[in-house]
Structure formats: structure tokens, C-alpha cells
């Protein structure tokens, strides 16, 4: 149990650069929440509604965090921040991170019927501050969710999607994106959201540039070696 926390702490200062100490990071509202959700969810499966519902209420009011007693989280999960919503029938992998303000909505059934009403999310997914999942859809693997982004349909393992509705954008991969990004920040180390669609655009066009120069090299380097192959054929038929 003290080795699950250990590791759990050690996944929070991998991803966030401020704290110190694991000391620290016991102090975030997210590992609050996390360890009052892990309560909660616990009388959730053993139909204790009420009281589920009551330590919810008490992680709400504590941390500004609100996660349905049934939604299923994953291991390492890292809420940034606060003010995240998660409902009812949300079912999250492990190492996954949301930032402020964003949310894994449900759809309304349109013939009252209840069931899987709330996204799904792969894991090693990062969700970008004031970003909203809506209905049951699927984000895969590895997916980064940009900021202020409205997702409504599934989004491929390793996408990164931007805009309301979310759009996959096209992004360089770098040996320093590989790996944890910060707000899944697809451009540059400086990311605003009120000018990300300036941003995005630019980042868009710098790597649709990158590629083609990458594909005139090829074709170059394909002309050059075709002469060669052709001297060559014609020996052989001397």
C-alpha cells in the first residue's frame, strides 16, 4: 500500500516540475480528491449510494473536484489544478492527466434509458486546460486534448485534437514530445490559448513545410540514383 503511494507521487512530481518534496504533492487537491474518489467508488460497488454520494459531496466542497462515485479511474491519475468534472459512467486508463476546467460530460438518452453516457479514455492521455469529452466515445492512447477543444466523436491513439469541434492537427514529432508534455502543448514551449489557433496554424504549416522539403529531397535523391541504374542496364545488354 505505502509502495502504491510512493509510486503514485513519484508519477505527480514526474509530471509537474513545482513540488519539492512527495510531502508536497499530498498537499495537491487532485491526490485529495483521487484518495476520497478511491472511498467513494468503493461504497459505489457496494451499492451504498448515499454515502458514496455523501463523501463526493465532501471532496467537492474540499477540493473543487467533482468525480461521480462511479466513474472508473485508472492508476497514476494526475488532476492539475482543479475544478475537473467527471461523471457517472467515465472510464479512464492509467497515467492520465486533466488540467483545470476541463470535463468528461455525459449525453442526455434521447429514450430515457441510462447506460454508458460518459467518454472513455486510453491511457497516457493528457487533457488541456477548460477541454470538454462529451458522450460515450473513446479517446485512444496516448491522445492529447488541446485546450478549450469540444470533442464529440472518437479520437485516434496518439491524435492531437484542437478546436470546437475538435479537429486532429498535424504535429511534429521531436524527440522532447515523445514523451510527458505539459498541457499537451503540440508547439511550442510558450503556449497562449487565446492566440492557439494562430499557433496551431503556424505549427501546422511549419510541419506541412518540413515535409515537403523532406519529400523533394527524396524525389532529388531518387533522380540522381536513376541515371546510375540505367548506365548500368545498359552495360549489361552490351
Not at 189 to 209: G, N, S
Request: with cysteine.
Amino acid at each position: 500500500m505505502l509502495q502504491r503511494l510512493i509510486s503514485y507521487l513519484d508519477s505527480i512530481v514526474a509530471r509537474d516540475p513545482s513540488p519539492r518534496s512527495r510531502w508536497e504533492v499530498l498537499l495537491y487537491p487532485g491526490v485529495l480528491a483521487m484518495g476520497l474518489h478511491r472511498l467513494a467508488h468503493w461504497l459505489f460497488e457496494a451499492d451504498l449510494f448515499f454515502v458514496a454520494r455523501m463523501v463526493n459531496s465532501t471532496s467537492r466542497f474540499l477540493t473543487a473536484i467533482d468525480i461521480h462515485p462511479g466513474a472508473n479511474i485508472g492508476q497514476n491519475f494526475f488532476i492539475d489544478h482543479g475544478f475537473v468534472v467527471i461523471g457517472e459512467t467515465a472510464e479512464i486508463g492509467d497515467n492520465v492527466t486533466m488540467y483545470q476546467g476541463s470535463t468528461l460530460g455525459g449525453t442526455n438518452p434521447t429514450n430515457g434509458v441510462g447506460g454508458k453516457r460518459h467518454p472513455t479514455i486510453g491511457s497516457d492521455v493528457i487533457v488541456s486546460l477548460g477541454a470538454a469529452i462529451l458522450g460515450p466515445i473513446t479517446v485512444g492512447k496516448g491522445a492529447r486534448i488541446g485546450a478549450n477543444a469540444v470533442v464529440t466523436k472518437d479520437v485516434p491513439e496518439g491524435a492531437t485534437m484542437v478546436g470546437i469541434p475538435a479537429k486532429q492537427t498535424l504535429v511534429e514529432v521531436k524527440p522532447e514530445t515523445t514523451a510527458f508534455v505539459p498541457y499537451g502543448t503540440p508547439c511550442t514551449e510558450r503556449f497562449d490559448p487565446a492566440t492557439q489557433k494562430l499557433e496551431l496554424l503556424q505549427c501546422e504549416i511549419e510541419t506541412m513545410q518540413k515535409r515537403i522539403a523532406q519529400l523533394l529531397e527524396e524525389r532529388d535523391a531518387s533522380a540522381a540514383k536513376q541515371p546510375t541504374a540505367r548506365k548500368r542496364t545498359n552495360k549489361k545488354s552490351a
